[in-house]
């Protein structure tokens, strides 16, 4: 059993900040990439940023240069630092995480519950 929870999510003014914490918790060997995607209502679910056990980082375009990924690999957790926040970033964001139970498993991946982000003034 596997649970993927994130955390931070809320309301901010354009311009602001957020962080959001991602953790996997339960039967896990290893953990590989670690990302975040985010959702609006009727559209489909982007790729925002990813990071590899390695420290390697991807991010969309479109938050480059604002937001940054890191993880505690310790703690099987994934962090994404929001910042000069625009309305268009409102979503509920998503952390998924690369998991596998044994050094023979395939990896597989599990998704959070999301958090809502909603930037507005």
């Known amino acids: 059993q596997v649970h993927v929870v994130e955390s931070g999510g809320g309301l901010v003014q354009p311009g602001g900040s957020l962080r959001l914490s991602c953790t996997a918790s339960?039967?896990?060997?290893?953990?590989?990439?670690m990302g975040w995607y985010r959702q609006v209502p009727g559209s489909q679910r982007d790729f925002v940023a990813h990071i590899t056990s390695g420290g390697s980082t991807n991010y969309a375009d479109s938050v480059k240069g604002r937001f940054t990924i890191s993880r505690d690999n310790a703690k099987n957790t994934v962090f994404l630092q929001m910042n000069s926040l625009k309305p268009e970033d409102t979503a509920v964001y998503y952390c998924k995480s690369e998991i596998r139970f044994r050094s023979s498993s395939p990896w597989v991946d599990y998704w959070g519950q999301g958090t809502q982000v909603i930037v507005s003034s």
């Open positions: 339960g039967t896990i060997f290893n953990i590989n990439t």
